[in-house]
């Protein structure tokens, strides 16, 4: 079997070419797979509040499994291309955005970076860890060997996030 290769998709701002948030995460998936990325699997959408809490709009949010040839750096520089391709601008930290495209994951990796892997924050986060469930219910995060349902049980509970219907 592949390496697990987790990707996490959001946006919280509509795109001048791809519209609304979700449309613009399904744009941006399509713009991954059309540079040569293998979606294997793909969460349902997914709102939710800015981290940390501000006034901005909510976020849609997913994570895609994936297979690549591409070694870890060389792969975040391709989520980057894809990110200024979509009219991404990196001004401030935590600033709302029109794509957001995280290399989570890549295998059993643990790095210090970058890219860091696993990401350093993906552990406290709803957004992150109920899609990366859907996609890899199985996974445990390489450098604490815990569960995706064992980090998904000690998020605090402000953390919220919804699947989108379909």
Known sequence: ?????????????????????????????AALRARGLRVLRRSRWYESAPVPP??????????????????????????????RDFGRERREINAARVIDLDLLAYGDRVETGPPALPHPRLHERAFVLLPLA??????????????????????PPDQAARPLAD
């Open 1 to 29: 079997m592949s390496e697990c290769i987790l990707i996490g998709i959001g946006a919280n701002l509509p795109s001048a070419a791809h519209g609304p948030p979700r449309a613009t995460c399904e744009a941006a998936l």
């Open 54 to 83: 501000s006034d901005q709009p909510w976020y849609v949010n997913g994570v895609a499994r994936v297979e690549t040839g591409l070694e870890p750096a060389a792969l975040l520089a391709l989520l980057h291309e894809v990110e």
């Open 134 to 155: 859907e996609v890899a219910p199985d996974w445990r995060h390489p450098a604490t060997g815990r569960s995706v349902a064992a980090l998904i049980a000690a998020l």
